[in-house]
DNA sequence: CGCGTTTACGTCGTTCGTAACGATA
DNA sequence: TATCGTTACGAACGACGTAAACGCG
């Protein structure tokens, strides 16, 4: 067994057992993985994957706990020589990110220049997904970390580490009835009218659904999506009332737009940046954090990483108060 | 990277940074080591030790990180390997236990006696220690199982399967005062009185010394061991009044020992076995502990190591029954 | 001078890529 | 016939052991 056929194998499995396609994956050549996986076949006494003919047809029971293992080997390797890379102060390297639209679009961009300012020769991948799919797609190891809200505990099981709070805004176009409404909206103004937001308001377990719920109002959503600027740009073609996160509204939004804060209607939700507890971070993963919650103390951070994660972090500050800081700056500079 | 390499790093690390001596470990010679651990610093581009000289100082932080992840590394082989023996229906390995002296001398010869008949050719490591050191062994990965009591909740974070319940005894010569005693034994006789029980007895969180100190009495050890042997020994030579466990009492002791059940004295104990989450069984561990709990499903103990533990495991049965029924069935045969 | 590490060198085994072959749909 | 996997072969590399040199107490 070497690490190599560990890698070869994991390789093979997530192409979908198809040895050519994982060859070029690994930069490799085909008979090479070929004789490699036979080897390990041999080696462990029985099959990784049952054939149809020459062809791999499926994951064996047992291969796929080898598959499991293997995974987490090749994991710790990667955790190595990314410990290594930090040490040599390497500014090369890989950073994957998965999260929502709004924080792709709307929250992430500057911290990102910031990050590609400082170090260059780091290449980010962003996946911006649903509410939902984006902690599967971390928890399957496919990124290093995951940006999401709630409006509660945070999470799943990483380290989740909490950026800042946020509210909803409610949106509707400069000649809409709502628009020249007097008083403070209330959830009841909403009941039966059409509405645009999140694709993930649909879910019931929805933050949105459960304060719709509780105040006895029963929203109508005549059009979701998982882009903030989908939700603005239907709004405008007059759809309804749009919903969405603070963070996806500019001063230029204003012109055509009425913005109410929902933060009396709806819940507070919060933003998270969640590690994985089994993933050494890299120097520069760290440096994104910084930049994304400046309140943190990078300290803290570490301390977390090595597992002595504080009992309590400290109450991140609101959204809007980060814009003014971030407004105030760039007029100074 | 290879995973000779990280084995020959663990081995130096083992050894104490004796190269000599950990190439003897992993059956290799000294400049193979020498050599690798060379281009392992090489490619990870720091040095895992420090050196004076030539010899190997000390190991460097980043060093023990990457030995500790190397360990992680080893041990997810080792299941691999693990898990290919069991398929094979391998039946040669290796069982390592720790456990404490009463367990080893009294509950599991008849165990581990089976198993060796069904499974000549796996070596038992037998590890007796004191209670408190149990765990620790454990925990440091140098056992695959534990067997350990406790009053209360199962010990540390491994999976508890709890075996048998079990009372402790009061033991005293047959000619003590308290041999002939009319009614019942109470704590409050025992005030004053020489007492002879485990080393572990002193720790003031034991259960022992709980029950002393909710009934108001001051114990006094004259003499501890962890050796239920000895305790018996020097209850026999007078030196004080034995307080046991159970199992570790035969028909025999009965002779020249008078035995006062402890049950309503002190809390009833149970015994575990633990298991390390992280670590494969071979078939012949699964087998051992049918052989010590045969109220035990074998099948709750595949799922419970599939990760689907059961809320809670049956109530294990008391060793007074299981002895009962292990009698009927010698006399049987 | 013993102990332990490193360096040097020759051998052997292994891996890898190219190329040809085989099976399957 | 196109696609995908296996077998065959030769070249290059790397690992390992032996032997000798070096440093240190």
Redesign the interface.
């Known amino acids: ?3 190599t056929q560990l890698r070869y194998l994991v390789a093979i499995s997530d192409s979908g057992l198809n040895i050519t396609q994982a060859a070029e994956q690994v930069h490799a050549t085909q008979p090479g993985l070929s004789k490699q996986l036979k080897q390990l076949e041999d ?4 099959q990784l994957f049952s054939r149809k003919g020459k062809s791999l047809a499926a994951i064996t029971p ?1 291969g796929q ?2 598959i499991d ?2 995974r ?2 090749l994991a ?2 990667r ?3 990314a ?2 890379a930090n ?2 102060g390497d500014d090369k390297g890989e950073l994957s990110i998965t999260t929502t639209h709004t924080q792709a679009r709307f929250v992430l961009p500057s911290a990102i220049a910031q990050l590609k300012q400082r170090y260059p020769a780091v290449n980010v991948h962003l996946k911006a997904h649903g509410d939902a799919q984006v902690m599967g797609l971390f928890e399957r190891g496919q990124a290093d970390l995951a940006i999401i809200s709630t409006t509660g505990t945070p999470p799943g099981d990483g380290l989740a580490v909490p950026l800042f709070r946020w509210r909803r805004a409610v949106i509707v176009p400069q000649g809409h009835a709502l628009a020249s409404l007097k008083r403070a909206l209330k959830l009841a103004d909403l009941d039966g009218q059409p509405l645009v937001s999140y694709e993930s308001s649909l879910r019931p377990e929805s933050s949105l659904r459960r304060a719709f719920a509780a105040a006895g109002v029963v929203p109508r959503f005549s059009c979701t999506s998982r882009d903030a600027d989908l939700i603005k740009t239907y709004v405008r073609a007059g759809l309804g009332i749009g919903i969405l996160a603070e963070m996806a509204l500019s001063a230029d939004d204003e012109r055509d737009l009425r913005v109410i804060d929902g933060g009396v209607l709806f819940p507070e939700c919060t933003t998270w940046l969640v590690l994985r507890r089994d993933r050494v971070l890299r120097a520069y993963t760290a440096t994104l954090a910084e930049l994304i919650a400046p309140q943190l103390d990078p300290r803290d951070l570490q301390r977390a990483l090595a597992g002595e994660e504080p009992a309590a972090w400290p109450t991140p500050p609101l959204w809007s108060e980060i814009e003014k800081k971030a407004k105030r700056a760039a007029r100074a500079a």
């Open positions: 067994m070497t690490l080696e462990l006494g029985f047992a706990q080898v293992r293997a987490i080997i710790e390797a955790n190595i020589r410990l290594a040490l040599r």
